[in-house]
């Protein structure tokens, strides 16, 4: 079955760049999408399609997708931001499935 | 886009639940819907999904075999019926509205099945 890897977690500086990666075997032939999950609270999706930011997400929100790593960007981070990510693919073949990545906590110093 | 579940509750091992979810602000009928789960302190596990006729139903293997899912769209709503229900199910159950090319574009807030004797 497909599995997706994520690191379980980051630390970022106010201001900085925090990168999460998401591994799976040749991922950048799939389509994956981000989530940010808040304690107590839905997750909420902050990049579709790989790329794609949705309405109300900031641009400091980015995607990028090749290879066997998928990776989502956060720019000039700010505590707001301290959540749960998880990325996520729609599996496709004689068995439809969502997989998800087990998760990675963004914790902002 | 408003998605409410209810029904959650605290169940023995072995014992069966109908969970709902109650949509609005979109086209029910126009979409397909998911189930999502997360125990507690883990990550998401995606658990099943149904397009907007009920013509094609997956459900992950952890419970293909125990759990239904179904809708009614005259109802806007889709149901997950769980039976033989282990320790291992206890999570919060979320509903999501699925979108192409496969993700989850709209939650509800979730609901809590404890699965404890």
């Known amino acids: 079955s497909y599995v997706l890897t994520q690191p379980p977690s980051l630390a970022a500086a106010p201001g900085k760049t925090a990168t999460i990666t998401c591994g799976g075997n040749?991922?950048?032939?799939?389509?994956v999408h981000w989530y940010q999950q808040k304690p107590s609270q839905a997750p909420v999706v902050v990049i579709s399609k790989n790329t794609d930011r949705p309405s109300g997400i900031p641009e400091r929100f980015s995607g990028a997708n090749s290879g066997n790593t998928a990776t989502l960007t956060i720019s000039r981070v700010e505590a707001g931001d301290e959540a749960d990510y998880y990325c996520?693919?729609?599996?496709?073949?004689?068995?439809?499935?969502?997989?998800f990545g087990g998760g990675t906590k963004l914790t902002v110093l | 886009v408003q998605v409410v579940e209810s029904g959650g509750t605290l169940v023995q091992p072995g014992g069966s639940l109908t969970l709902s979810c109650a949509v609005s602000g979109f086209t029910f009928s126009d979409y397909n819907m998911n189930w999502v789960r997360q125990a507690p302190g883990k990550g998401l596990e995606w658990v099943s999904y149904i397009t907007s006729g009920s013509d094609t139903i997956f459900y992950s293997d952890s419970v293909r075999g125990r759990f239904t899912i179904s809708r009614d769209n005259t109802k806007n709503s889709v149901f997950l019926r769980m039976t033989s229900l282990r320790v291992e199910d206890t999570a919060l159950y979320y509903c999501a509205k699925w979108v192409a090319p496969g993700y989850f574009d709209s939650w509800g807030q979730g609901t809590l099945v404890t699965v404890s004797s």
């Open positions: 040749n991922i950048g032939s799939k389509s």
């Open positions: 996520q693919v729609w599996h496709s073949g004689s068995d439809h499935r969502g997989i």
